[in-house]
């Protein structure tokens, strides 16, 4: 199983010269999305099917979430779960910086300091999770996964 | 990108008051931009520059962000607020501002607390 961690010491590894090169600090900032992408990939797979790791079932919810998808849906979780807020927040930056890191052919914006401080941002923005209650990480796990009911269909089979 | 002039006066002083409750002091400056992102959807910006050394409490920022993100609840004319804080390099005291090897070997060693 890919582990976050790993992917995040890369991230800080290829920012971390003085003289990083710009095409280690677009890689440093996709891998530090990706690092967390994973993570919460990990985090709905883990919360619907605990002790499945691995499975097929597993690697099929693991392998559920679109990005722009979790980026709304965590702004939604927000709304209800105030202790993840600074994250939800947080994670829509942190995609936009990916997609330009990735796709951006203009000069990269982001200087060493940047980079490195964003890591920091992000790492610390992520332990919102470990703060979260068992009907917490349910809560947000279903949600990530689950597209939200419009009011209509609600009220249409109701 | 243009600035929204209207959005706000009160807007810039409710996220300087949250700054100042964490920072002790108001921020050099905040703009708040209408923008769109990279996929080409509007997103409000809200930009804040800090001296360097400030910039370097993550764990206060991130409060920061927090009391932030109730703040824009409670604004639903806001797009997508993203709230940004950016370093004055060139205000900070010599070298202080900018990060040494160090501070990257810290940012592994956070990193290695981690919970799986």
Redesign the interface.
């Given at each position: 199983v890919i582990?976050y961690?790993d992917l995040?010491?890369v991230a800080?590894?290829l920012?971390?010269p003085?003289d990083a090169t710009e095409a280690a600090l677009r890689r440093s900032v996709s891998t530090l999305y990706y690092a967390y992408f994973h993570r919460l990939m990990r985090f709905v797979a883990d919360g619907i099917a605990p002790g499945a790791s691995g499975s097929p079932g597993w690697v099929k919810l693991y392998r559920f979430l679109e990005h722009?998808q979790t980026r709304d849906r965590l702004?939604s979780i927000?709304?209800t779960v105030?202790a993840l807020?600074?994250f939800?927040?947080?994670f829509?930056?942190l995609l936009?910086e990916r997609?330009?890191a990735d796709?951006?052919p203009a000069a990269f914006s982001l200087t060493?300091?940047?980079v490195?401080?964003l890591?920091?941002?992000t790492?610390?923005?992520?332990t919102a999770f470990?703060a979260l209650t068992k009907d917490e990480r349910f809560e947000v796990a279903v949600t990530l996964l689950l597209p939200e009911r419009k009011k209509d269909d609600l009220q249409r089979k109701s | 990108m243009a600035s929204i002039k209207q959005a706000d006066s009160s807007l810039v002083s409710e996220i300087d008051a949250i700054i100042k409750q964490y920072l002790g002091k108001k921020s050099r400056r905040i703009e708040v931009v209408a923008d769109t992102?990279?996929?080409g959807e509007s997103?409000t910006r809200i930009e804040v520059d800090l001296d360097?050394e400030e910039?370097?409490d993550?764990?206060r920022?991130?409060r920061i962000?927090?009391d932030?993100?109730?703040l824009?609840?409670d604004r639903p004319e806001l797009i997508?607020?993203?709230?940004?804080?950016r370093?004055n390099?060139k205000a900070s005291l010599s070298g202080k501002?900018?990060?040494s090897?160090s501070?990257?070997s810290d940012?592994?060693k956070?990193?290695?607390k981690?919970?799986?």
């Amino acid at each position: 199983v890919i582990d976050y961690r790993d992917l995040l010491i890369v991230a800080a590894q290829l920012a971390g010269p003085q003289d990083a090169t710009e095409a280690a600090l677009r890689r440093s900032v996709s891998t530090l999305y990706y690092a967390y992408f994973h993570r919460l990939m990990r985090f709905v797979a883990d919360g619907i099917a605990p002790g499945a790791s691995g499975s097929p079932g597993w690697v099929k919810l693991y392998r559920f979430l679109e990005h722009r998808q979790t980026r709304d849906r965590l702004t939604s979780i927000g709304k209800t779960v105030p202790a993840l807020r600074p994250f939800s927040q947080h994670f829509a930056r942190l995609l936009e910086e990916r997609q330009r890191a990735d796709y951006d052919p203009a000069a990269f914006s982001l200087t060493r300091e940047d980079v490195l401080r964003l890591i920091r941002e992000t790492i610390d923005a992520g332990t919102a999770f470990d703060a979260l209650t068992k009907d917490e990480r349910f809560e947000v796990a279903v949600t990530l996964l689950l597209p939200e009911r419009k009011k209509d269909d609600l009220q249409r089979k109701s | 990108m243009a600035s929204i002039k209207q959005a706000d006066s009160s807007l810039v002083s409710e996220i300087d008051a949250i700054i100042k409750q964490y920072l002790g002091k108001k921020s050099r400056r905040i703009e708040v931009v209408a923008d769109t992102n990279f996929d080409g959807e509007s997103v409000t910006r809200i930009e804040v520059d800090l001296d360097a050394e400030e910039t370097h409490d993550v764990s206060r920022l991130n409060r920061i962000r927090q009391d932030a993100a109730q703040l824009f609840l409670d604004r639903p004319e806001l797009i997508a607020p993203q709230l940004i804080f950016r370093a004055n390099m060139k205000a900070s005291l010599s070298g202080k501002g900018h990060l040494s090897d160090s501070d990257v070997s810290d940012i592994i060693k956070m990193i290695e607390k981690l919970p799986a």
